[in-house]
């Protein structure tokens, strides 16, 4: 029997699938690049930048949070972000949206974790219900 040259809509609507999570995942990042830096974020930079002075020590620092300066080591955050906005600040010389860039890369694996989960809870839903979910991580 000849192959069909028709795409199998399995396959259509799994390109259909990695779309929509590529689209909501360009949505998040626009809507964050160029943004701000507030409320905490101020402290992230902080801890950035003394990454970027002692990248071998970066628990030895101290940053303004609250009353008075505390040591980066009490707030008890994963350092690997700092790096990664460390490293965009150092690329970017400064300027946010390149750490806003790189920090994007963590919200893809999010969204297509929502998306997955909305997969599996709104079997015959519709796309509706799936894209309420999928996009609610961003």
Not at 54 to 80: C, K, S, Y
Request: no cysteine; hydrophobic share 55%; proline share 7%.
């Amino acid at each position: 029997r000849p192959m069909s040259t028709i795409v199998p809509a399995d396959a259509r609507a799994a390109r259909y699938e990695r779309a929509f999570v590529l689209a909501v995942w360009v949505i998040a990042t626009l809507a964050n690049l160029g943004k701000a830096a507030h409320i905490d974020d101020g402290a992230h930079l902080e801890i950035a930048e003394h990454i970027l002075r002692d990248p071998l020590h970066p628990m030895r620092g101290t940053v303004f949070w609250g009353a008075h300066p505390e040591p980066i080591h009490a707030l008890n955050q994963p350092h690997l972000v700092y790096y990664v906005i460390a490293l965009g600040l150092w690329i970017g010389g400064g300027s946010l949206v390149v750490p806003q860039l790189l920090l994007s890369l963590f919200v893809l694996p999010g969204v297509a974790a929502m998306h997955a989960l909305a997969r599996h809870l709104f079997v015959g839903e519709g796309a509706p219900a799936r894209a309420m979910l999928a996009t609610s991580s961003s």
